[in-house]
């Protein structure tokens, strides 16, 4: 059983872009072994992502590789979640610029990860045995993202009264954007109906559960959702996608003929 | 990534005491051991200026790992294809690494990683002047691996058998990884040697520039090395900057063959009397310069450094305090 492409690409996007994130704190971190932690989940990102896009381009066939699908796609051609494009830092335009916080990343990690582990759990059991399989080899590096991050989250909650008031304005920020992980888009439909991919709505008890949970033991409060529901799994980004991989793309781009 | 500056003098370096004449036996042990090639460990007698001098050359190392860290990092985003990014990323996370053990290792003579931290921070500390030039292309990032790698590798081979044990013991595994850094920086260069036009020329270019500040990185000539003398008697120092240099030289020149990248020296020639390469002068006034604070990257360097340490305050703070509360909570409960 195949996968539709699409569905591949929105698993294989979340991961690069979130990857490309955390890599930015490579050198940056609030403390070595925070550099290096980082970087770990970052190169867990990359590593799914490559495995995701080398499926995709092997069902695509034709001159697709996994590069030329994570370098030579643009903005909209991008299936991630918007969480997973955001700057590390609070609401701010596309071409405002701050200061990196900490905060803002351990809390899109937490969320993301969280709803990961449910995801890949599932996918183990997908007709499609190449996507289950890397769903198998994803599961346990996404249990060590959320272990990481659920760490620090309850760290930052519970610790001074400015790092409670960071982490909590974080939440603030990011939860809105989950509201994206419960909606259906086609490519997720469709990976439904042939059996190979999860109905994600069903997963949502068991993330709340685990959101809740840590938010309390961290002391942080969930706010209640209202507002706009972001829709980058279909393709409608934020400002900052573009951003990140003009930055991305840049060299490869320069030298479309090149290998590397 | 590494060290260059062993025998560099900092203030704490200027300091350093005379080693007393006074027989003692701790003392004469210590003499002992060290005149018969065995490891001093951390629970050993040893004299200050032994204890000194070791901090000074492993924390300058330490640093160097991560200021090292940020020449390479301003690749990662834009790596031109997801397994290079990968390979860089992994590398960099090494260097990390390399700094989080040295660190340890000084940690066992009695420095704190946050004393160090704050000898890095204030200029006091040095580290590889190396890392004070900017990466301008992705090249840069291979003739890194293959070029300032190769040269640490060359540095630090004998650093594996230093009398300081945890040091010694650091260097074997960092010198494992940084063997392996050097080969896949190498093996980046041959993919863009066999590639477009533009790609060799890019390698070519880093080559250009990173070659001169690769033979710096062995340090001033013997000749004018004050501290070598006493560190080789140490055991801390076994092979001299110009033995090590022109082993680096002799090494290197076959794989710029291979890879078909011109070194640019036009006096680096073999000389078959001598059985090496012979090749010219390097600048000492630029390194000098540079090791001073004036080169092309120091100030951003540091300040980058001095930065995020400086942004990370909140979040080392919050996990102290989040410490203090578990264990105030487990003492309670215990209650
Ligand atoms: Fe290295
Ligand atoms: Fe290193």
Redesign the interface.
């Known amino acids: 059983m195949s996968t539709p492409i699409d569905y591949l690409l929105h698993l294989a996007d979340n991961a690069v872009v979130l990857g490309q994130r955390n890599a930015e704190w490579c050198g940056h971190g609030p403390i070595l072994e925070e550099d290096l932690a980082l970087a770990n989940v970052s190169l867990d990102l990359i590593g799914q992502a490559r495995l995701l896009y080398q499926r995709a381009a092997e069902m695509m066939g034709g001159d697709a590789t996994e590069d030329k699908l994570a370098y030579f796609r643009d903005a909209h051609q991008f299936r991630n979640y918007t969480l997973l494009e955001l700057p590390h830092h609070g609401p701010l335009v596309g071409y405002a610029a701050a200061d990196r916080d900490y905060a803002t990343t351990i809390v899109r990690n937490f969320l993301y990860s969280a709803l990961m582990v449910l995801v890949w759990d599932k996918l183990q059991q997908s007709k499609d045995a190449g996507l289950a399989a890397i769903a198998a080899k994803s599961l346990k590096e996404a249990s060590y993202h959320l272990h990481h991050s659920r760490d620090w989250l309850v760290r930052l909650g519970d610790g001074t009264e400015e790092s409670h008031a960071r982490v909590q304005a974080a939440v603030n920020h990011l939860m809105p954007y989950t509201e994206e992980f419960w909606t259906t888009s086609p490519a997720e439909g469709s990976a439904v109906a042939a059996g190979v991919g999860i109905d994600v709505w069903a997963l949502r008890p068991d993330w709340d559960a685990m959101v809740n949970e840590a938010l309390e033991e961290a002391t942080l409060t969930r706010p209640n959702f209202h507002g706009y529901v972001t829709e980058g799994k279909i393709g409608l980004h934020s400002e900052h996608l573009s951003y990140l991989l003009g930055e991305m793309q840049t060299l490869a781009r320069a030298h479309p003929n090149a290998t590397w | 990534m590494y060290t260059q500056a062993m025998d560099i003098p900092d203030e704490s370096g200027k300091k350093l005491a005379v080693v007393p004449g006074t027989a003692s036996e701790l003392e004469a042990a210590f003499e002992a051991r060290i005149a018969a090639d065995g490891r001093i460990e951390p629970q050993d007698w040893m004299p200050d200026a032994y204890r000194r001098t070791l901090v000074r050359q492993i924390s300058q190392h330490a640093h160097s790992e991560?200021v090292g860290?940020?020449p390479e990092?301003n690749w990662?985003?834009?790596?031109?294809?997801?397994?290079?990014?990968?390979i860089l990323?992994?590398k960099?996370?090494d260097e990390?690494?390399h700094?989080?053990y040295l660190?340890s290792a000084a940690e066992t003579l009695g420095t704190g990683r946050d004393e160090m931290l704050a000898g890095l921070h204030s200029g006091k500390a040095k580290y590889s002047s190396i890392f004070n030039y900017p990466t301008l292309t992705?090249a840069d990032v291979g003739v890194i691996g293959w070029l300032v790698d190769g040269a640490a590798i060359m540095n630090q081979i004998p650093l594996c058998r230093c009398s300081y044990g945890p040091y010694a013991r650091a260097m074997i595994r960092v010198c494992k990884e940084e063997s392996f850094h050097q080969r896949q920086g190498y093996e980046?260069l041959l993919?863009?040697m066999k590639?477009?036009d533009?790609?060799r020329a890019m390698v070519q270019d880093a080559v250009n520039r990173y070659w001169w500040k690769c033979l710096a990185m062995f340090g001033p000539p013997d000749a004018d090395s004050p501290h070598s003398a006493q560190g080789m008697r140490w055991g801390i120092k076994r092979i001299s900057n110009d033995e090590l240099r022109q082993k680096f030289i002799d090494a290197t020149v076959p794989q710029a063959k291979v890879l078909g990248v011109t070194l640019p020296d036009p006096a680096l020639k073999w000389n078959e009397e001598r059985q090496h390469y012979d090749y010219g002068q390097i600048d000492w006034t630029e390194f000098w310069n540079t090791v001073e604070g004036n080169g092309p990257c120091n100030k951003e360097r540091l300040a980058?450094r001095v930065?995020?340490h400086n942004?990370?305050?909140?979040?080392?703070?919050?996990?102290l305090?989040?410490a203090r509360?578990q264990k105030e909570r487990a003492i309670k409960e215990a209650a």
Do not use: C, F, H, N
């Not at chain 2, 990662?76 to 990968?86: E, M, N, T, V, Y």
């Open positions: 991560i860290m940020l990092g990662i985003s834009r790596a031109p294809s997801l397994k290079r990014k990968a990323i992994a960099v996370q990390g690494g700094g989080l660190y992705w980046a993919v863009m590639g477009t533009e790609q980058t930065k995020a942004d990370g305050q909140w979040v080392r703070d919050a996990a305090a989040y509360k």
